[in-house]
């Protein structure tokens, strides 16, 4: 067959595909073309699904944490997912230009939806998530009026907020510059107050002051909330925020002395490239007084500066709340991604076919199974961790109201610390879902390339991870340092008991004997009270703490993960320890609960033994009873993953789509390519027949 019999035979099963919901059988002989009968509408997996030991309906409300949270969630996601103009697949082949201008029309479109359907503000967030895109929006309602409604005083807010919240406005978060963004201290942008005015002048001294990176400031705000050195009186009074107008309310125009625009496409195709992340300098603009956001310190009309009694701390404030909504999205992240390639690999098949039949699914290899399990039980866990996080920041936010600041470092280095855990396990969690989906992963109709780009930045913006993981070692630290007189309390309440968990060893004889909470929580308490004590002993031999941080500070960075993965851990197992209803939900929870717990444990299995509290036996039996682990999650697991109650346009892949109809979709997705729609393509008599028609002058080649 030429090829112009490949291109017909491929043109009508195109045909075949998009107009017809029954496929026969095709068969093209000489080119390994054998598609097997497909019905549109059957469901591939409910083999599958019939394995079910638990009750999914039960357990997708365990996941939403509530029947009503349930209830809404679907309903978002049911709205986005039957709006076409929500639409998202031809992403990744937009131009910057395209896609920024559909992302505008996509966000126009949700707030005409949240306005003339009056959703409320939670109504509106899960709106915004299922829509899948990355927008300036994020940051108006995710950054810029939480920094309001965090720093500004009651009058700020009453003027602020009902424009912001009205979209009169749209705000971004411009702390980040060229030169610096970790070290927040270190900010070049000036705020010098002129008493003579009654107005800061907003200054960008050098390039390195250009604000860089802040999302919605390239193209969409109007205004933003600047962080720079506040000067008063020719004297640095440290960095501050400060409501500034950009551009025109009228023709969007940058204001005069404002320069503004975008940073330039970022990692992958669509993905973060939807975001106009931006630059902004400012050249002597000036803005009134009751702009800078004046809840922790005032400047008065005579240029005194006034310190209320909050903590200074509390102008990092924002990133605090920002640092738990990402551990909640890890979960959202990785349990996508884990659905993808769960449902993948109960279709795919390979090897071990026997007399001509089936061959094994992959997810019936014990090797997919230690690879795709700790993922799913990781998913379920960040989950509940973020459920908890939210309980702690609300608590730490309702006390800041009352003036109780004790439990703000507590609240920082939990989220500091949980952010990082999560956020580095997720993308790379959401890159071995891609490798366990093979070489179909790689396909953006996988959804899982366009995934991983969206999410990876995660691991650096809101604070880097590393950096975040020194913070909670500073922490730790501290801690450690005052046990002799200062009792420990919420997440290092377990140091309390640092001698017994320094003294006594591992009782557990037996794989069964891992399957017991008090004993998964005793080793990780004891590795991470062990390797903090570890760095505070290695710490005192240094003369200058500083230096003495500086040295061990990978030390330090082990000591953060241990004590981090051990909140996840007790806050998986404090969860199972509540009412959960539905036949089998709680047993089928526990498992993944083992799951999750056992894998860390076998990870970093170097941890507990150099620490002294596990034998090597009693490492191999908690690895024995992980094997055993993961043949109870199997029969579960495609259950388990529907429980996530995802769309199949949220979930945005053709390998993860519900019904399991893998091939001819994908099939039909490649004809759909734009370099599909010619047999021939775009510059072959240009570039290609040339070379087909040389006459060659040397005869060897
Ligand atoms: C396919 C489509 C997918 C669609 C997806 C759709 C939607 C997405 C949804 C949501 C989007 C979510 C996010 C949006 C994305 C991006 C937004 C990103 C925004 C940003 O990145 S904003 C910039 C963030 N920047 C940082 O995080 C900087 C990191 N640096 C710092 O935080 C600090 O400078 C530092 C490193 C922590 C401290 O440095 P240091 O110089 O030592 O500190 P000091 O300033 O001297 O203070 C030390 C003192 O303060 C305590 N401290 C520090 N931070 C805090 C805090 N946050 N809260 C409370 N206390 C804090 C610290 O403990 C010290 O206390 P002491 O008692 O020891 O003195
Ligand atoms: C997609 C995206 C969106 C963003 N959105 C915003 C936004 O809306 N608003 C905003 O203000 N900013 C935003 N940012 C900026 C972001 O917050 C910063 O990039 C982030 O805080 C990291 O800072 P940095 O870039 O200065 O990294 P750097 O600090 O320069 O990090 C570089 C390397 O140095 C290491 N390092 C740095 N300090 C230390 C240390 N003390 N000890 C050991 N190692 C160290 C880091 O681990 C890292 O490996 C965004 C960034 C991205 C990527």
Excluded at 192 to 215: A, R, V, Y
Excluded at 275 to 283: A, E, H, P, S, T
């Amino acid at each position: 067959m030429g090829l112009s019999g490949i291109s017909l035979l491929t043109t009508t099963y195109s045909l075949i595909l998009q107009h017809q919901s029954l496929l026969l059988c095709l068969r093209a002989k000489g080119f390994g073309l054998d598609l097997k009968k497909d019905m549109e509408g059957v469901d591939y997996l409910s083999d599958e699904r019939k394995k079910a030991q638990f009750d999914v309906e039960a357990m997708k409300i365990a996941w939403a944490g509530s029947l009503e949270a349930f209830q809404l969630s679907d309903r978002m996601a049911k709205l986005v997912a039957n709006d076409p103009a929500f639409e998202k697949f031809t992403r990744p082949m937009l131009g910057r230009k395209e896609l920024i201008k559909n992302t505008l029309r996509k966000a126009a479109h949700g707030w005409k939806l949240i306005v003339d359907l009056r959703l409320t503000e939670e109504e509106a967030k899960w709106l915004r998530l299922y829509i899948d895109e990355p927008a300036y929006t994020d940051l108006h309602w995710g950054m810029f009026i939480p920094a309001i409604e965090g720093q500004g005083t009651e009058e700020q807010k009453k003027k602020w907020l009902p424009l912001a919240k009205k979209m009169q406005i749209i705000g971004c978060y411009a702390q980040t510059e060229l030169g610096h963004g970790s070290n927040v201290q270190g900010l070049e942008t000036t705020a010098t107050f002129d008493p003579q005015t009654d107005e800061f002048i907003m200054h960008s001294p050098t390039l390195t002051s250009s604000k860089w990176w802040p999302g919605g400031l390239g193209k969409a705000s109007t205004h933003a909330v600047v962080y720079a050195r506040l000067i008063v009186g020719g004297e640095f009074h440290g960095v501050h925020g400060f409501i500034v107008q950009l551009r025109s309310l009228d023709d969007h125009s940058p204001l005069p002395g404002v320069t503004v625009g975008d940073i330039g496409m970022k990692f992958g195709n669509g993905a973060y490239n939807t975001m106009d992340n931006g630059v902004l300098r400012f050249d002597h603009v000036r803005i009134p007084r009751d702009q800078m956001l004046m809840r922790v310190s005032q400047v008065t009309r005579e240029g005194k500066i006034m310190q209320s009694d909050v903590p200074r701390q509390l102008i990092y404030g924002t990133m605090v709340y920002v640092r738990q909504t990402i551990v909640a999205d890890a979960s959202k992240a990785l349990s996508r991604a884990v659905c993808i390639a769960t449902r993948y690999s109960a279709i795919r098949r390979q090897f071990g076919s026997r007399n001509g039949g089936p061959e094994t699914q992959v997810i019936d290899y014990k090797t997919q199974q230690s690879r795709l399990f700790p993922l799913l039980a990781s998913a379920y866990a960040f989950r509940f961790v973020g459920e908890w996080l939210k309980w702690l920041y609300t608590d730490v936010k309702e006390r800041l109201a009352a003036n109780d600041f004790s439990t703000l470092p507590e609240a920082h280095a939990c989220t500091a610390g949980l952010k990082s855990l999560t956020t580095s396990f997720t993308a790379d969690g959401i890159e071995e879902c891609r490798k366990l989906c093979g070489g179909h992963g790689y396909l953006v109709s996988s959804g899982l390339p366009e995934l991983f780009a969206v999410y990876i930045p995660a691991c650096t913006y809101e604070g880097d991870n590393v950096v975040l993981l020194l913070q909670v070692a500073r922490f730790l630290v501290k801690t450690v340092s005052e046990l002799g007189y200062k009792k420990p309390v919420g997440t290092t309440a377990y140091m309390g008991r640092v001698a017994s968990l320094m003294q006594n060893n591992c009782a557990v004889q037996t794989a069964e004997g891992w399957l017991n909470p008090g004993a998964v929580v005793e080793a990780f308490e004891s590795r991470a009270a062990r390797m903090a004590v570890r760095c505070g002993q290695q710490l005192a031999k240094y003369e200058n703490p500083e230096e003495g941080f500086a040295e061990l500070s990978a030390d330090l960075v082990e000591a953060s993960i241990a004590h981090c993965q051990l909140i996840v851990v007790s806050k998986f197992i404090e969860k199972l320890q509540q009412d959960i209803p539905g036949k089998g939900v709680k047993q089928t929870l526990e498992v993944l609960c083992y799951v999750y717990a056992l894998f860390l444990l076998h990870k970093h299995q170097g941890d507990f033994l150099a620490t002294g509290y596990l034998t090597p036996k009693q490492a191999s039996l908690a690895n024995d009873q992980l094997r055993t682990l993961y043949s109870k999650v199997r029969p579960n697991a495609i259950t388990l993953v529907d429980s996530f109650n995802y769309t199949d346009h949220y979930l945005g892949s053709i390998l993860g789509r519900y019904d399991g109809n893998v091939y001819p979709k994908l099939y039909e997705a490649a004809w759909k390519d734009p370099l599909n729609d010619s047999d021939v393509v775009d510059g072959f008599y240009e570039y290609v027949q040339p070379i087909l028609k040389q006459k060659l002058r040397t005869a060897k080649l």
